[in-house]
C-alpha cells in the first residue's frame, strides 16, 4: 500500500510540487546566473547545486530540465521520482533532478540522506539506484541501442551524506564535478553490495553469478533451465501482457459475414486483408507467407514503436499501444502490440505460429514474440526489435537490420537478453530457414 500522506509530508517540507506530466518551470541558465557555492562548507552545498555543477561539466546542459529543484518551489514532483527510483522517501532531506525529458535517457538527480534513527545509508541508495538502472536500460534495449548504451555506462555514487545518478555523456567529468562539491568520491564496493545480495545456499540449484533480482524465488525456476545455465525469467509485470482476443475476427474472416465485429475488429482485419493481399499469393509456402507478411508488417510500422512509454512520466504510453488496433489502425504500439498482429496475420494465413510473453534486460522489462512452426520445426521471430527505428539505415543496411531477429533459435533469443517460462514454449533449434547475414533468405 502506497503511504500517501508521510509522502506528501515530506514533500510540504522540500517543495511545492506540480503533477509529473506537467513541464516544470526551466531552471536559471546554468552558466551564469547561479550563486556561487563554496566547497568543503556543508551548509552552503545543497542538492540543486550539485546537481548545476554536474550539468556545466556535460554537452548541451541548456536542454535539461528541473524535474525536482530544491532550489525553487514548484520545481516537479519528488514522490513520484523517488519511488520510480526505489529510494526510500522518508530520509530524503534535499533533492534536485534534471532529466531531458521524452525518450531521452539523460538524466542527473541529486539526494542529500537524513540518516536520523533508520537503518538506511548510502549503500542503501545506491543499490536501489542500480536497479532503476538496471530498469531504465531494460526500457531502452532492443528499442534504442544509443540511449541503452547511454545508460549502460551511468552510475550511481555516493559521497559524505549525498548520493547521485549520473546518466550523461561525458561520465568521467560528471563525477569530478560531483566529487568536488560532495566529498571525496566513495564508490560503494562489490564487498558491500554482495554481503547484501548474495544468494543464501538453500539447495535450490541457483547458480553463482546471478543478480539479487534473479536469485528471488517468486517464480517457479526449472532445475533443467538452471542446470542449462539460461538466465531466470521473473515476470515484471509491468503492463497487462494479457494477448488481445481475436476470436472474433478470426470467426468474421472463415464465415466472411463481419456483421457481429466491433469498430475496432473491423477496422483491424480491413488492415489484415490489405495485408495479405499485398503479400499472399496462391501456392506459397508456410515460409514464404511468414517472409512477406513479416516483411509487411516491420515496413509498414517501421519506427512505430509508442516510445512514450520510454519517459517515466507516460510510463503506460498511449491507448491500445497493447493491442493491435493501436498498431494497425493508430500507427503506434508497443511490442505485445507487434506480437499480437503478427500472430494474427499468421493464424488468417494458416500458418501455426504462438505468442510468447516473457521479458527483456534480466527480467527489467516486459516483452512479448513469437514463434513460428515451419515443416516440423520451431524458429524465433522478434517483429517488435525487427521493426524498431535506427538511425543511419540505407536500402543496402536495411534489410539485415529488419531480419536480426527473424527464424533464429532460442539460443539466439536467450543470447540476445530474452527470457520466457522456458518449459512452457517449444524450444527452437532449427537453422534451415534462418538468414545467416551474407545472402538470401532460403526459398
Same mark, same amino acid.
Given at each position: 500500500?502506497?503511504?500517501?500522506?508521510?509522502?506528501?509530508?515530506?514533500?510540504?517540507?522540500?517543495?511545492?510540487?506540480?503533477?509529473?506530466?506537467?513541464?516544470?518551470?526551466?531552471?536559471?541558465?546554468?552558466?551564469?546566473?547561479?550563486?556561487?557555492?563554496?566547497?568543503?562548507?556543508?551548509?552552503?552545498?545543497?542538492?540543486?547545486?550539485?546537481?548545476?555543477?554536474?550539468?556545466?561539466?556535460?554537452?548541451?546542459?541548456?536542454?535539461?530540465?528541473?524535474?525536482?529543484?530544491?532550489? *525553487?518551489?514548484?520545481?516537479?514532483?519528488?514522490?513520484?521520482? @523517488?519511488?520510480?527510483?526505489?529510494?526510500?522517501?522518508?530520509?530524503?532531506?534535499?533533492?534536485?533532478?534534471?532529466?531531458?525529458?521524452?525518450?531521452?535517457?539523460?538524466?542527473?538527480?541529486?539526494?542529500?540522506?537524513?540518516?536520523?534513527?533508520?537503518?538506511?545509508?548510502?549503500?542503501?541508495?545506491?543499490?536501489?539506484?542500480?536497479?532503476?538502472?538496471?530498469?531504465?536500460?531494460?526500457?531502452?534495449?532492443?528499442?534504442?541501442?544509443?540511449?541503452?548504451?547511454?545508460?549502460?555506462?551511468?552510475?550511481?555514487?555516493?559521497?559524505?551524506?549525498?548520493?547521485?545518478? @549520473?546518466?550523461?555523456?561525458?561520465?568521467?567529468?560528471?563525477? *569530478?564535478?560531483?566529487?568536488?562539491?560532495?566529498?571525496?568520491?566513495?564508490?560503494v564496493s562489490e564487498a558491500a553490495v554482495s554481503e547484501t545480495s548474495a544468494p543464501e545456499e538453500t539447495g535450490s540449484g541457483v547458480q553463482d553469478g546471478l543478480t539479487a533480482k534473479e536469485t528471488s524465488e517468486p517464480y517457479n525456476w526449472t532445475?533443467?533451465?538452471?542446470?542449462?545455465?539460461w538466465r531466470r525469467f521473473d515476470p515484471p509485470n509491468e503492463f497487462d501482457m494479457t494477448p488481445y482476443d481475436t476470436s472474433a475476427i478470426l470467426t468474421a474472416w472463415e464465415t466472411g459475414d463481419e456483421s457481429d465485429l466491433s469498430e475496432k475488429?473491423?477496422?483491424?482485419?480491413?488492415?489484415?486483408?490489405?495485408?495479405?493481399?499485398?503479400?499472399?499469393?496462391?501456392?506459397?509456402?508456410?515460409?514464404?507467407?511468414?517472409?512477406?507478411?513479416?516483411?509487411?508488417?516491420?515496413?509498414?510500422?517501421?519506427?512505430?514503436?509508442?516510445?512514450?512509454?520510454?519517459?517515466?512520466?507516460?510510463?503506460?504510453?498511449?491507448?491500445?499501444? @497493447?493491442?493491435?488496433?493501436?498498431?494497425?489502425?493508430?500507427?503506434?504500439?508497443?511490442?505485445?502490440?507487434?506480437?499480437?498482429?503478427?500472430?494474427?496475420?499468421?493464424?488468417?494465413?494458416?500458418?501455426?505460429?504462438?505468442?510468447?510473453?516473457?521479458?527483456?534486460?534480466?527480467?527489467?522489462?516486459?516483452?512479448?514474440?513469437?514463434?513460428?512452426?515451419?515443416?516440423?520445426? =520451431?524458429?524465433?521471430?522478434?517483429?517488435?526489435?525487427?521493426?524498431?527505428?535506427?538511425?543511419?539505415?540505407?536500402?543496402?543496411?536495411?534489410?539485415? =537490420?529488419?531480419?536480426?531477429?527473424?527464424?533464429?533459435?532460442?539460443?539466439?533469443?536467450?543470447?540476445?537478453?530474452?527470457?520466457?517460462?522456458?518449459?512452457?514454449?517449444?524450444?527452437?533449434?532449427?537453422?534451415?530457414?534462418?538468414?545467416?547475414?551474407?545472402?538470401? @533468405?532460403?526459398?
Open positions: 500500500m502506497k503511504r500517501y500522506i508521510p509522502i506528501l509530508l515530506a514533500l510540504s517540507l522540500l517543495c511545492s510540487c506540480a503533477a509529473p506530466a506537467e513541464e516544470s518551470a526551466a531552471p536559471s541558465p546554468l552558466m551564469e546566473t547561479e550563486s556561487p557555492v563554496q566547497t568543503g562548507t556543508s551548509d552552503t552545498v545543497n542538492a540543486d547545486a550539485i546537481a548545476r555543477a554536474i550539468l556545466r561539466s556535460q554537452p548541451e546542459a541548456e536542454g535539461y530540465t528541473a524535474r525536482v529543484d530544491s532550489g *525553487a518551489p514548484g520545481g516537479g514532483d519528488l514522490a513520484f521520482y @523517488l519511488e520510480l527510483y526505489g529510494v526510500q522517501w522518508d530520509v530524503v532531506s534535499d533533492a534536485a533532478i534534471y532529466t531531458f525529458g521524452g525518450v531521452d535517457a539523460r538524466e542527473i538527480a541529486v539526494f542529500s540522506l537524513n540518516h536520523g534513527t533508520y537503518a538506511y545509508d548510502e549503500t542503501s541508495a545506491v543499490e536501489a539506484l542500480n536497479g532503476y538502472l538496471e530498469r531504465r536500460q531494460g526500457d531502452f534495449y532492443g528499442y534504442d541501442p544509443e540511449q541503452a548504451a547511454l545508460v549502460e555506462q551511468g552510475k550511481a555514487v555516493a559521497g559524505e551524506t549525498w548520493v547521485a545518478l @549520473l546518466i550523461c555523456e561525458d561520465m568521467p567529468a560528471a563525477e *569530478a564535478a560531483f566529487e568536488e562539491l560532495a566529498g571525496v568520491l566513495e564508490a532445475d533443467y533451465a538452471n542446470e542449462k545455465g475488429d473491423a477496422a483491424i482485419l480491413a488492415k489484415c486483408k490489405e495485408a495479405l493481399d499485398a503479400a499472399i499469393t496462391p501456392g506459397m509456402t508456410d515460409f514464404q507467407k511468414e517472409l512477406n507478411l513479416h516483411d509487411w508488417l516491420v515496413q509498414s510500422y517501421y519506427g512505430c514503436y509508442d516510445r512514450t512509454v520510454h519517459d517515466p512520466t507516460t510510463p503506460m504510453g498511449r491507448e491500445d499501444n @497493447l493491442n493491435p488496433y493501436g498498431l494497425l489502425g493508430r500507427g503506434y504500439g508497443i511490442c505485445l502490440a507487434y506480437a499480437t498482429t503478427f500472430q494474427l496475420l499468421m493464424d488468417l494465413a494458416g500458418v501455426e505460429c504462438v505468442t510468447v510473453i516473457g521479458a527483456s534486460s534480466s527480467s527489467s522489462s516486459d516483452h512479448a514474440w513469437n514463434m513460428v512452426k515451419l515443416e516440423g520445426e =520451431w524458429y524465433g521471430v522478434d517483429p517488435t526489435w525487427n521493426a524498431t527505428y535506427r538511425e543511419g539505415l540505407d536500402e543496402t543496411t536495411m534489410w539485415p =537490420w529488419q531480419h536480426r531477429y527473424f527464424n533464429v533459435t532460442s539460443q539466439e533469443l536467450r543470447e540476445s537478453d530474452h527470457q520466457w517460462d522456458y518449459e512452457s514454449i517449444p524450444e527452437a533449434a532449427a537453422t534451415r530457414f534462418r538468414w545467416d547475414g551474407t545472402g538470401e @533468405l532460403p526459398q
